[in-house]
């Protein structure tokens, strides 16, 4: 029987974004390094009515709320950071 090696990595993949979305967000930007953390850091620190103790899922909706469409668009931003860390945490689970 043939391993279907999309399928593996798409598994891996849903199970990263399933934990890093269910994760205080809070932790996940401690989790962060470099100009990540420093970015993440500063958009959930800069945001009102954002708090620590929200999922990373409820931060993105949050932010896709009331922020997607400013000049500065930190949704965006922050899916870009998420993103990356997802990537970096497949990468690792793939060596």
């Known amino acids: 029987m043939e391993v279907d090696y999309d399928a593996v990595?798409?598994?891996?993949?849903?199970?990263i974004m399933e934990d890093i979305g269910s994760m205080n967000v809070e932790?996940?930007?401690?989790?962060?390094s470099g100009d990540d953390h420093?970015?993440?850091?500063?958009?959930?620190?800069?945001?009102?009515?954002?708090?620590?103790?929200?999922?990373v899922n409820d931060t993105l909706d949050y932010?896709?709320?009331h922020y997607q469409?400013?000049?500065?668009?930190?949704?965006?931003?922050f899916v870009?950071?998420?993103t990356r860390e997802v990537d970096r945490q497949f990468e690792e689970r793939i060596r």
């Open 9 to 15: 990595n798409e598994s891996i993949n849903e199970s």
């Open 27 to 32: 932790e996940f930007v401690d989790s962060l």
């Open 38 to 55: 420093e970015d993440a850091l500063q958009i959930v620190m800069a945001i009102n009515g954002l708090e620590f103790s929200m999922s």
């Open 63 to 65: 932010l896709e709320e």
């Open 69 to 77: 469409f400013d000049d500065h668009n930190v949704y965006e931003e």
């Open 80 to 82: 870009h950071i998420v």
